[in-house]
Structures are given as C-alpha cells and as structure tokens.
C-alpha cells in the first residue's frame, strides 16, 4: 500500500494511543511485524512552543522509521507551523487527528469535535499538506457525532479533496463507548468513495477479524489499536498467515515472558525506575492477559516497588503458568473487561497546551 511517497506493502498499522504508544511499544511492535507505527498525540502549539512534554511524547529514533506522528490542533495557522517544524524530525506521515472523544480535547474544539466543522476540517488538511512539503499527511476520524448524525462520507470527500494522502477510519461514533461494535459497514461505504487509502479500524482482536475486515470492507489495510495491548504477536500472526501458514495462535508463554521483559527493560530505560513503574505494571497485566494466573499476577504486581522484583514475579509467574499451577479462570470474559476498561487506565495528565 502507497501513502504518498511511502510504501509499507501489505503491512498492517499500530494506532496511536495516548500514554501507550510510546517508543518502547513502538520499538516492540515493529519488531514483530507492525508495517507504520503512530507517536500518541501531540499538540500541535505544543510543538512550536518547544513544549517540553510535548516534545518529549514526540520524539523517535531513527530506527523506528517508517513513523507517524499525530497531531492535535484546530487552528489552519498553527497547525501549518507545527507542520514546518516537523520537518527537521522527518516523520514519514503527519496525521490530524479527529476523532479523540475526551473532554480535555473537545472542549477546545480539537479531536473529534472538528467532524462537525466540515469547511474548517478542510481548511487545516489544506495547510498542513501545504506545510508537509512532501510528506503525505492522513486524518483519522470517526462516523460522526452518534450514530443518527453520520457525516463520515462528506467529510471523507473533503478529507481527499483537500491533498491527504490516507484517510484512517476508527468506526465508531464520537458518543460511542469502547464496547460497542465497531460498524465496519461504513469502512465499505468510504472505500467505495475515494480514491486514496482507506485504513479500516475498530473492534479488531484476532487475525480471523483483520483479514474479515479487509474482506468485507475492501479497505487497504488495519490499524490496531487494543488487540495490541501486550500483544505485538497479532502483527506476526497476521503476516505469517499473509505469507501462506496457518494461523500459530497465541505464543507460548515463555515467549511472552520473554518479549514482556524486553518491554520492561526498554521502558526502564526510557523513562528510568521511578517514572517507569506504573507504565511497566501496566503492560505486563496486558502481556498475560490471556493465560491462567492473570488475576494472581494483578494482585501481586500492583504493590512492586522496583524494576528488578517485577521481573522475578514475571519470571515466576511464566514458570507457574508453564507447571499448570494456576486455577482455570475465564479468561474471555478477563479479556472482554479489559478491552473495556483500557481507557481508563490513562494515568491523568496535566492540561493541553491548547
Ligand atoms: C488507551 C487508548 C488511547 C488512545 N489514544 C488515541 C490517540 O491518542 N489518538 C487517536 O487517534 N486515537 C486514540 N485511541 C483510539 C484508538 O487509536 C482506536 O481508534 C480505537 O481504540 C479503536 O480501535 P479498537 O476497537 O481496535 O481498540 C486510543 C485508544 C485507547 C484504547
């Protein structure tokens, strides 16, 4: 698949996500198959400002590359700035993003309160295509305001006619909450009606869901978003089965425990001991999600209070579930919570920069 300039192939695409998707995640998930990776949101103002955090959220190595990073703005001007000043950083994609549904977004009018200003949604593809210099810019939006004010199709044809390169589509409303289905029907209905990618996302945990995804909708490939939470594996998968295999399912344990410890050691060393705890509990919870002990290892880890006990318990933890130690627990119905309950988690940050 082109955007633009790039070409990831029939690679899939790891969705942005606020206070997840930092270069730790990033790094793991293309190790393992991710084609795109996206930066969480970052003001736009923020960066002309030399916000430190912003920055900070926003910065990625070379070796990650191809890379996204996503925008957060509402203002032609500033977003055009912003998006000079991306250049010295040489993303590969510069996406705007409309469709975050918190109230510290909408209520400056940014995220998905610009789908319900159709000539303004126009005016800022426009300026940072304008400002991009070449590197393809992409929007990612929802269907609309709820489900009886759709707009999706109008906006995706301004979306296209104003000069982005790929529109991602998150296929869901902005009232909508996280568990109700994602409405993949209109992912069809927007491929149908443009002529640059269409990325298809929402309500995708398994490799059987991507590949239904592309089938029914047509659209050019899938971002991930939750169904990569402490599962990097669902890239391989997916490209193992594009290269002919069966489907491997779900890794062996101690490859999970290995792959979770590399995770832990990379945020270790991002964010250093103290700031990376909770960020390291956080993901090694999601890392075994799907296996016997999972409530044990909650109930455990939460009360650690250094990088090197959370990797004994880890270390235990894998041995435990390979010695069959653990009860039977319904790890379904585990995992349907947590896909729910992941928004949640977002450790509570201080005000935009708006
Ligand atoms: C923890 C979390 C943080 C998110 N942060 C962002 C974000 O910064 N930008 C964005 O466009 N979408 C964000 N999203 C939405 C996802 O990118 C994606 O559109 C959504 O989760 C639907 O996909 P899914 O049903 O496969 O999870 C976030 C989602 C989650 C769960």
Redesign the pocket.
Known sequence: MKIGRLDIGDKLLL??????TDAPFRIIAKEHGAGLTFT??VSAKGIITNEFYTLRKLVFSRSEKPIGV?LLGKDPEILYASVKELQRFNPDVIDL?C??PVDKVTKYEMGSAIMDKPELLGKLVTSMVRGSEGIPVSV?IRLGRDRNSINVLDNAKIIEDNGASMLIL?A?ARDDR?EVE?EWEWIAKVKEALKIPVIG?????EPEDIIELISKTGCDSV?????ALGNPFLFERYNSIKEGHNDRGLPDVSKVSRVCIKHLKLLNAEYGEFNSLDKIKKNVIWYFRNYYGISCLIEKILSLKSVDHIKELVELHTRKIENKEYPKENLEEISKKF?NK??F??TEEKELVS
Do not use: E, L, T
């Not at 969705?15 to 997840?20: E, F, I, K, T, Y």
């Not at 996302?201 to 945990?205: I, L, T």
């Open positions: 969705a942005p996500m606020a206070d997840v969480q949101m996503q993003n469709g975050c990612k998150h869901r996280y994602a996302n929402g309500s995708v945990f971002m991930i978003a939750r169904g896909n992941v928004v988690w977002q």
